[in-house]
């Protein structure tokens, strides 16, 4: 364990640098972007599933005054029109087919919406209906239809084996990850009983209040692009690609964005709305509504089998999971997800023989991509179930079980990997007795449940840079790439500045993130800004901490490490020189300005299942109390506690604030959200039809312990998190309900229909 | 000489970077930025040019409708409301008096100018009429009716003595520079002959084709400012002052500027619109008409009385210069120019006995400040135009006597400057030989001059940082805080970063300015941006070079000196590793970048007259033919040739531009430029009434030659230039204009009025 440093500004609950200008309404989000001569861009969808795009003639369209440009196939074919996250399987707008209801096929730019709405409806298009494959089932059905005729599949294996991509030609499976250790077989022969289980989890939206906006700005080699999304480093890459534009002439801007939630990484709205630009000459504000976010990307709908074999006193011998992930009609980060979600299949527990089969696969429906949780929540779903499960087959109790197969801190989870960071039994006794789990309810038809998760760290391999500019008035700039997407980084990175330098946090401000001037950041994801991030602020800090303290020494005539900083000011007994006079005398003039850098880059390791061991482990606990209406089947949350293993939190407040909005996130999709497809068509994308959680259910009980070790390897011995929390949530709730009625859902959201279903079922 | 290095992207006269995006209409100046419920504010000037401001009163204006604010001195109290480049001698608006006729008294923001002009007229204001001084002769009257009655004055001496700042307690007198070398009277005592004459400048303006415009928004502790302006830092630092902000949360953004010429320097309309957002809590557009612009700042009037003494045989032995510059109503940077003008008031001559007074005089005009040239402009008129009177009065040939005074290559201007660093015979030898010096005129009323002047580099400490970033692609973003004012810093600074780098131009671009990201810099000014931000910009290349190489050397298993740059990419014998792979291998992901650094700074000395050496001498050469039309005084310049000594030209077809644009721009002042002023009222700030050449006062024969010796201290040896075209203009004109017609004109402009009169009192 890291000793604690003695922190004055990091640890502490700072008011939020971006709080009051948000609930003032003065913050700017890409919405907010208003450009001299901008026009209005909106999208035609297809109306179809699955259907081959006969023609498609824009000729009345173009002629409705108030139109500046129409965005067709015919259009697109001196770019580079397809990209995509993992294969280039998506085109600007249709070319061939389309692929799911809602897959764009031309877009409109207009002087208002009204125009560009009235455009829409006159463009001709003619369709050819396709058969269509709509879920896993039909995906993998053999001879089904095929999604895309050209292959796209990648196979990564460790320890396994399954044969090349071509295996796959002729399949809608478009990418397969393979992991084993030992002979799964062998283990289960050890075993004294083998379960099996197939757990299922919905598709489901990430739901940001601010839905996908860009405003693009092409003008003579050179790409402007506002945007709200979480990775603009990445994106610019993806742009200056489809462009044909050295990075250097691609500019990605990111104002504040309303939260992003793996919906906004990779490539989204903005091929179209730079095309429409680049033919249009004009800046292009395309903003979608939520229906359209709806349509343009969400999370893998995913079945896993998972079979476990273990000894009658309750302890795991072997497991096989095999998880189909649903990445709809286009891979987007689907691969990567799936691959983590093969990757994160086995859970917490030390098992000697395990074997993951892990596919991604094609359908004709919107398409599934990065999403907070990024695999793991379908898997932690299907493991955490299964687990209370197995004691109940075996007449354990469901702590005794976990307690008697957790990791250890130091064991393997797989070999090559980061050995397990944390104590997992420290928070999953924490949690057990927050809700009392050895007290028997006092009332019927209430019942408790406790599920731990764990999830490596990331599913990039991590590149950040940082930059700290100090004025001459002591004051600092910070430049970083992390996108504040509400999370609160600016402020938790700003305090790592301030503690760092000795600094009043007012005294900190953060750059616009921009990619002309900020420094390379992967992305905003994985629950890693504050480690990854976190090391490289903290590395420029104390890289200016060095520069400030050499000018401060040559001025005083002593050496650094006689000095030290408070305050503001450096200090050597007594007299302190303010920062901002030390660069005057540093400089010779009240000007000039001393800048820090600093740098992160994760290992690549070729021990490792995933080619780099993960810089922490995220850790989730959860443990909740329901009460069951047995005449209706609705569930109500009385209790619902977590615990979050943050290492050191830089900002507890906001780390409570990420861990319970994690917790009340997955109460969505474990007791409501759910895309409806009928016949191919989404019926509920719309804030009406399609529910979410809201304040009434909040539990009466609800809290996040925040488990303090100093054991990560971010600034201070901090730890990412934010997605922890929600992984346990489904599962604590079923084994709760489970408890409390008698009853197991297998199928995401248990929904009231389902348990009242299930209580009848029984009773007959 | 610095051997000159093999070019060969710097060194050509490559194609401006911004000048499709400029002759397109696409290029984004300050006034294009919009940003949501923007006002456009106006300002209320006083009508008279000293007075007492008796009471104020706004309520009739703040009702109407669309009216969003009005700012008066009643507003201001909480601010740190004074400010100045040099003393805080201005306020946002007036606040006890008006001191010009067009000091700001009041502003409104209003929904749009037709609203905001209407409420200028609702303000109620009440003055009360003082004395004026309107030129320097009334300003140092005894007894002269004082500007400020505040005591605002600076004295800087060297080698001389003149008393404490309390001597000019209860005049106009706000700064005094005085020099000497040897005792000058012992110097005239030594002298065959002793001349002394009076040359006078009048006041004339910047005449920016974009006049003065700024946008502030100002919400939650924190200020955004775009604005036209040359130097970003500085402006931050006063405004932070102003608002009582951390300069790290003062924004300013630079976007392209339409002309500065110094009058962008400083502090101008950039507090009245920040306060106005400041009271609103709305984004403010504030920008000037052309008419504004003249009453915001001009260029000094002076007055200089030059006494020389010299042998018979046209040696100068002795110097007396006393220079009197009008600096109007407020300092700005007037005192900075004052110094300069008394410093440069030499010129290029051996001189044993030397003593220079200078003064610089507050007067109920618009202010006076930076101006390219910087006060040396006023005293190269003199000191070039009394050579040829000497020359005249000893029978001497111009050319000859300037090459028997003129200094060498490595002599001393003053003690403890850098010596001389070209040869300056060379430069006086072309344009003498380009203008057929000995062959007399084949027609009458025709006549030649010469001119030659030297100016020490800048009138401030120069601190400059750049900062280069390469993409995983190779293409590179510089970041640099000179400001594109349409000099071509963008393109000359981008060959410097791909000369060194051996990348393709295309394949570089220069971020947006802001002084949230990029490095500091003091100001865009002093023609020294190719010497000091080109030394930053080189040495941020050359440190990213090095972090190239050594990568490219760890993957490709070489040593670094082995290896070579060439088209983007590193060799090592045949095989070429383009960088973006280079970057990719290194970080072992498409992924990341190499960021280099570089910075500069002056030297400081106790030695030297204004504390630090100049970085490098900037001289102009100037040859002129012209033809006085003796009926009407009229002039024609007929041949006009400029030399330039730039060292090394970076870009030569863009020096060219420079030194041609410097000499057509000194053509104003020489033949037509004069704000004329009636009673304290300015009567021509307009584009009709204030005449500038235009293209019908093109010379038949222009150009300049660049010498090139390689002699800079800049990238690849080159200099600094762009104000010398600029300096020998006026005196070469009015020497020529003697010879042609036997008048000579002592007071700048030379009007055809003027030559008339003096011809007709010649044959009187």
Redesign the interface.
């Known amino acids: 364990m890291k000793t604690k440093p003695d922190l004055k500004i990091a640890g502490s609950s700072a008011r939020r640098l971006d709080g009051?200008?948000k609930v003032?309404g003065?913050a700017v989000y890409t919405g907010?972007i208003?450009?001299?001569g901008m026009g209005c861009a909106k999208i035609l969808r297809s109306p179809l599933p699955h259907a081959r795009l006969v023609r498609i003639d824009a000729g009345r369209a173009e002629k409705l005054s108030g139109v500046y440009a129409i965005l067709t196939r015919d259009d697109i074919t001196s770019l580079n029109y397809q990209y995509g996250a993992t294969y280039k399987d998506q085109a600007i707008v249709a070319v061939d087919k389309v692929r799911y209801s809602g897959d764009p096929v031309a877009a409109v730019l207009a002087v208002d919406e009204a125009t560009a709405e009235e455009a829409l409806a006159l463009i001709d298009v003619e369709y050819e209906d396709l058969p269509m494959v709509t879920n896993i089932e039909e995906a993998i059905a053999p001879g089904a239809p095929l999604v895309h005729e050209t292959q796209f599949a990648k196979v990564q294996m460790r320890g396994t084996s399954y044969g090349a991509p071509e295996k796959f030609k002729g399949t809608n499976v478009c990418y397969y990850f393979g992991y084993s250790h030992g002979d799964v077989a062998e283990g289960f022969g050890k075993s004294d009983y083998v379960y099996e289980d197939t757990f299922r989890f919905p598709k489901v939206q990430h739901y940001s209040l601010e839905p996908h906006v860009t405003v693009a700005d092409f003008?003579?080699?050179?790409l402007t692009v506002w945007t709200a999304c979480q990775d603009p480093?990445?994106l610019?890459?993806h742009l200056?690609g489809i462009f044909n534009l050295?990075?250097?002439?691609v500019r990605v801007i990111v104002p504040y964005v309303g939260g992003a939630y793996g919906g906004k990484l990779y490539v989204k709205a903005e091929p179209i709305a730079a095309a429409l630009s680049w033919k249009s000459r004009r800046p292009v504000k395309l903003a979608f509504n939520v229906s359209e976010s709806f349509k343009t990307i969400t999370r893998h709908p995913a079945r896993v089998r998972i079979k476990t074999g273990v000894t009658r006193d309750g302890r795991i011998v072997a497991r096989e999971c095999e998880v189909h992930m649903d990445t709809g009609a286009y891979a987007d980060a689907g691969p990567r997800v799936t691959q983590k979600a093969g990757y994160r299949a086995l859970g917490p527990y030390r098992i000697p023989y395990a074997k993951v089969d892990a596919y991604g696969v094609y359908t004709n429906t919107v398409p599934a991509g990065a999403f907070r949780g990024f695999g793991a929540v379908q898997v932690t779903w299907a493991y955490e179930s299964q687990m209370d499960l197995i004691a109940e087959r075996l007449g354990m109790d469901a702590l005794e079980i976990r307690l008697k197969n957790l990791l250890k801190k130091g064991e393997l989870y797989t070999p090559g990997d980061t050995p397990v960071d944390c104590d997992l039994k420290e928070g999953l006794l924490k949690v057990a007795e927050a809700i009392d789990w050895k007290r028997k309810p006092s009332r019927p038809y209430t019942g408790k449940g406790l599920s731990c998760c764990i999830k490596d760290a990331g599913g990039t391999?991590k590149?950040a840079?940082a930059t700290v500019?100090m004025?001459?008035?002591?004051?600092?700039?910070l430049?970083t790439g992390t996108v504040e997407v509400g999370q609160g980084s600016r402020t938790a990175l700003s305090q790592v500045v301030a503690e760092e330098l000795a600094l009043e946090l007012?005294?900190?401000?953060v750059?616009?993130l921009?990619t002309?001037?900020?420094?390379?950041d992967?992305s905003t994801s994985a629950s890693s800004s504050m480690t990854v991030m976190g090391l490289a602020v903290q590395r420029a800090a104390q890289d200016l901490k060095k520069q400030l303290l050499r000018a401060a020494a040559k001025a005083m005539g002593k050496k650094a490490a006689q000095l030290t900083l408070k305050n503001g000011k450096v200090y050597s007994r007594g007299e302190g020189v303010p920062y901002g006079q030390v660069i005057s005398d540093h400089?010779?003039?009240?000007?000039?300005?001393i800048?820090g850098?600093g740098i992160y880059?994760d290992v690549?390791s070729k021990k490792a299942v995933l080619g780099s061991p993960t810089t922490f482990w995220e850790v989730g606990w959860g443990g909740a109390e329901v009460e069951v209406d047995p005449e209706t089947g609705a569930i109500q949350i009385l209790k619902y506690i977590s615990a979050a293993d943050v290492g050191r939190a830089i900002n507890p407040v906001q780390c409570e604030g990420q861990d319970e909005g994690a917790v009340f996130f997955a109460f969505g999709h474990t007791l409501f959200e759910e895309m409806v497809y009928e016949d191919g068509q989404l019926l509920n994308p719309n804030l009406i039809d399609y529910r979410v959680p809201t304040f009434c259910h909040l539990p009466k009980e609800f809290y996040s312990i925040l488990i303090e070790n100093g054991n990560g390897p971010g600034p201070f011995g901090s730890k990412g998190m934010g997605e922890g929390g929600l992984l346990p949530v489904a599962s604590a709730i079923a084994n709760a309900v489970s408890k409390a009625v008698g009853v197991r859902i297998f199928d995401l959201p248990i929904t009231p229909v389902k348990v009242w279903r299930a209580l009848r079922e029984k009773k007959l």
């Open positions: 009051i200008e003032t003065k907010d208003e450009l001299p003008k003579e080699g050179q480093f990445t610019r890459d200056a050295p990075q250097s002439r391999f590149i840079g500019k004025s001459s008035d002591g004051s600092v700039v430049l007012d005294k900190i401000s750059a616009e921009d002309d001037v900020t420094p390379y992967v400089f010779g003039s009240k000007a000039g300005e800048i850098r880059r690549k």
